[in-house]
């Protein structure tokens, strides 16, 4: 029986900005984009499922974010997750890695003995893939990055590939570890349609009336939510406050217009591409 | 302005990898005109075996530590070997190679010494900050390429930046700073060792971004893997090297390798041809420093017209036959 933490984000979907998600002056519109599930927080997930379903155990599902980001817990539920927490405060807002990692190594380290932590390998808002190691350092765990796929695995150890660039590696680690994961690991499951028949109304305890709420609670649809103050952490580590990064500006990219010779598609037009294409050639071969 | 830079040897050739190179003639551009020195950190199992080359590029002294534990990487263990060297040194900055070992080492060095660390950056300068005196600014592009963020770490030390291989450039002129190489010692503790390596098993390179003059990439536009061979066709023609967009790998019709992109491979050049590739930031984040770009897309209002110096309006599964058919022609 093991407990497995997964950590998770919800993040705006950068990877498909469309023409609508442009603006005018050529910036995205971060309204237009959807949130969705970090996508290699998914393959976490199932690794994480994965190892449950083989040797036995919980998995926790653990997001910092504001309320909105229930509904990635409300998947992970669809998708067998056993408990799932929603670290939301205003207090947290604005964390740079060191302090999220800080507010996501006390959460796992009040709620028990933890065998194994998974996390994508990056975030694709951020891509920065220091909260996983971040939060190895601060609990002091074992720490695999990159991990590419899940050779074997018991009570024991774990044996994995990991990405090293120029070579795979095979590593053999006990428990407790913390791996971050790629997409090369496995294929996420869908949702459970049980599940989500059981899950559908899974919300945070703020989005339920009064009448409903005891409905709620008996059929397991309040998604838990924890404060500063509910985990009792030092707030001049959370947040703005307690990240040592600053953002000094931001600037939006725009699209810039350039000398721009367009061929038509006749076969004259093609040749004619094809002959300043050689001439590029000849100049570097 | 002391600033560290992290060395790294690439497993397979033992020799050091680009990035390190780069990244020491960038801290000596930031830490040169205020007189600091740029000292060197390496841990392994044996040096690199070309660190002469660091001291041509502005390294003023190399600290190592070899230890033959050092072989794989145990991250606990380099974590704890860095941050003495950090400590020892106190710098003022300290830069890492974005790499899969740089990446997975600084963090836990950012973390254990509570200081901030700013990933993949694409520019670095000092300029005075308020009345904190000179500090690092550190220009990265976040949220999928789309901002271009500039984060400071006005108050803690040393300020920490990653930065990816091939994005820093090398001067053509050499400097003759004399090779100083510095043993460094550590109480290695066994307790650091935690991961066994059962095997390591040496890539077979498929991709040479770094030498090709010339790219053809494709995107989510070719259609399947089976259209992708036109890309392969129109490469193998022009003797130039394969891209892909990140659309292109997510979809299956060409290998990770071929990414180029903000989360792939960063290149720059001499032709650029994107065949089905709308241009989305992510994609040119990584190919916009072309000498020359070619783009075929059927789309007129795609954004890669608009970084493009020569393009078609077309579907690329009709151009690129045509356009193989006059290669052939042309010799």
Redesign the interface.
């Known amino acids: 029986m093991k407990k497995i933490v997964v950590l998770a984000k919800q993040v705006?979907d950068?990877?498909n900005?469309t023409?609508n998600a442009?603006k005018e002056d050529?910036?995205?519109n971060?309204a237009a984009l959807p949130a969705i599930f970090n996508p290699e927080d998914l393959n976490a997930l199932e690794m994480a499922l994965t190892i449950k379903d083989k040797i036995g155990g919980e998995v926790i599902v653990i997001t910092m974010g504001p309320p909105k980001a229930a509904e990635i817990l409300k998947h992970s539920l669809y998708m067998g997750a056993d408990h799932v927490m929603l670290i939301t405060d205003r207090k947290f807002a604005a964390a740079?890695?060191?302090a999220t990692?800080f507010v996501l190594a006390e959460t796992i380290r009040q709620f028990g003995e933890v065998d194994l932590v998974l996390a994508g390998r990056q975030a694709?808002?951020?891509?920065?893939?220091?909260?996983?190691?971040?939060v190895?350092?601060?609990i002091g765990f074992?720490?695999?990055?990159?991990v590419s796929a899940l050779k074997e695995f018991d009570d024991n150890y774990l044996?994995v590939e990991?990405?090293?660039?120029?070579?795979?590696?095979?590593?053999?680690?006990?428990y407790p570890?913390l791996l971050t994961i790629t997409s090369?690991v496995n294929t996420p499951r869908y949702p459970n349609c049980r599940r989500m028949l059981q899950y559908f109304r899974a919300d945070v305890k703020d989005n339920f009336s009064n009448s409903e709420l005891s409905t709620a609670v008996a059929n397991g649809w309040v998604i838990p939510t924890y404060s500063l103050d509910d985990l009792k952490l030092d707030e001049e580590r959370c947040g703005l406050k307690g990240?040592?990064?600053?953002?000094?500006?931001?600037?939006?990219?725009m699209?810039?217009?350039?000398?721009?010779?367009?061929?038509?598609?006749g076969?004259t037009?093609?040749?004619q591409?094809?002959?300043?294409?050689?001439k590029?050639?000849v100049?570097?071969? | 302005m002391k600033a560290i830079v992290f060395i790294e040897k690439n497993p397979v050739t033992g020799k050091l990898r680009n990035v390190s190179i780069e990244l020491t003639h960038k801290a000596y551009t930031l830490s040169n005109p205020f007189k600091g020195e740029v000292v060197g950190v390496f841990a392994g199992d044996a040096l690199p075996g070309n660190t002469d080359e660091l001291f041509r590029f502005g390294m003023s002294r190399l600290l190592y530590f070899i230890d033959a534990r050092l072989k794989h990487l145990h991250s606990i263990a380099f974590k704890h070997t860095f941050v003495e060297m950090i400590r020892s040194e106190e710098p003022d900055i300290v830069l890492f190679g974005a790499t899969h070992t740089g990446r997975d080492i600084a963090p836990l060095i950012a973390s254990s010494l509570k200081t901030g660390l700013t990933a993949d950056c694409t520019q670095l300068y000092i300029e005075d900050y308020k009345n904190k005196g000179k500090i690092l600014y550190q220009v990265r592009p976040a949220f999928g390429g789309n901002i271009l963020a500039t984060i400071i770490t006005p108050d803690h030390r040393p300020m920490m930046a990653s930065v990816r291989e091939g994005v820093m450039l090398l001067p053509e002129e050499r400097l003759n700073h004399p090779v100083k190489m510095e043993p460094f010692t550590i109480d290695f503790n066994e307790s650091w060792v935690k991961s066994e390596f059962l095997s390591v098993i040496p890539k077979v390179k498929k991709v040479d971004f770094g030498s090709a003059n010339i790219i053809i990439s494709g995107g989510a536009g070719v259609g399947s893997a089976e259209n992708f061979r036109l890309i392969r066709d129109l490469a193998n023609a022009l003797k130039g090297e394969v891209g892909a967009s990140r659309a292109a790998v997510d979809f299956g019709f060409a290998e990770k390798d071929h990414q180029i992109g903000q989360t792939g491979s960063v290149v720059r050049p001499m032709l650029y041809i994107a065949c089905g590739i709308s241009g989305q930031i992510q994609h040119r984040a990584g190919m916009e420093e072309s000498q020359k770009i070619i783009a075929i897309n059927k789309d007129p209002e795609a954004p890669i017209f608009n970084i493009a110096h020569m393009g078609i309006v077309g579907d690329l599964n009709e151009i690129i036959p045509v356009m193989l058919r006059y290669l052939k022609e042309e010799g």
């Open positions: 705006p950068t990877a900005i023409g442009m050529g910036t995205v971060r740079d890695t060191l990692s694709i808002d951020g891509d920065t893939a220091q909260v996983g190691p971040q190895a350092d601060k074992n720490q695999i990055t990159y044996i990991r990405d090293g660039e120029v070579q795979t590696e095979v590593i053999k680690t006990g570890a090369q990240s040592p990064t600053k953002v000094h500006k931001i600037k939006s990219i699209l810039k217009g350039g000398d721009l010779k367009i061929y038509g598609t076969q037009d093609i040749k591409l094809v002959r300043d294409i050689m590029v050639y100049e570097v071969h």
